[in-house]
């Protein structure tokens, strides 16, 4: 059960962010410090698809302010939205 909530919830995350930023989101998992992990816990990346998105090195730089308003963007989007929980 906590497997199927686990994707559930990526998925609706996904969905949300696609309306949010109106592209499509690739989901990624790095398992493990072969694959590029750098924090020890599960988690998942949602990235927004653009031209830039497959150059390497292209990751702009964000302050923790600066990513601390763009989760409060998203988590206000999300609340319009009724929710992670909802359909």
């Known amino acids: 059960a906590e497997v199927e909530d686990l994707f559930l ?3 609706r995350s996904k ?4 309306d949010l930023v109106q592209k ?3 989901v990624l998992c790095q398992n493990g410090h072969k ?3 750098t924090v ?3 988690h998942f990346h949602l990235i927004p698809i653009c031209k830039e998105t497959f150059i390497e090195n ?6 923790f302010e600066e990513m601390k308003d763009e989760a ?3 988590r206000e989007f999300i609340a319009r939205r009724g929710g992670l ?3």
Request: aromatic share 4%; hydrophobic share 35%; no cysteine.
């Open 9 to 11: 919830l990526l998925a």
């Open 15 to 18: 969905g949300i962010l696609e």
């Open 24 to 26: 499509k989101v690739s």
């Open 35 to 37: 694959a590029g992990q």
């Open 40 to 42: 020890p816990h599960v």
């Open 58 to 63: 292209n990751r702009k730089k964000r302050s």
């Open 72 to 74: 409060e963007v998203f």
């Open 85 to 87: 929980e909802g359909s």
